[in-house]
């Protein structure tokens, strides 16, 4: 079992910036993936940015330019920094992984809300 703890959503103003994190409960090399997800109210949760196990990274064409996703082995923890946020960015953003062994886990979600 994968424990996801994420932080670092809150109310920002259009413009802003936030960086969510992403703790896990055990050593990210087990990890074939880490990624971010969002869903806003009545809309389906869509991918954000992933990053591969060797570093790689991809992102929705929504955020490109404007989001990095990065990660660091030595805290188990992936983070997402998201700079020049727009209120349609509004949503819960969720942590997602995959491990190597198939399974898949989500974290609890954290709000982010970027006021106009």
């Known amino acids: 079992q994968v424990q996801l703890v994420e932080s670092g959503g809150g109310l920002v103003q259009a413009g802003g910036s936030l960086r969510l994190s992403c703790a896990a409960s055990v050593s990210i090399f087990s990890f074939r993936a880490m990624g971010w997800y969002r869903q806003a109210p009545g809309k389906q949760r869509e991918l954000v940015a992933t990053i591969a196990s060797g570093g790689s990274t991809n992102y929705a064409d929504s955020v490109k330019g404007r989001f990095a996703i990065s990660k660091d082995n030595a805290r188990n923890t992936v983070y997402l920094q998201m700079n020049s946020l727009k209120p349609e960015d509004t949503a819960v953003y969720y942590c997602?992984?995959?491990?190597?062994?198939?399974?898949?886990?989500w974290g609890q979600g954290t709000q982010v809300t970027v006021s106009s």
């Open positions: 997602n992984v995959d491990k190597w062994s198939g399974e898949n886990y």
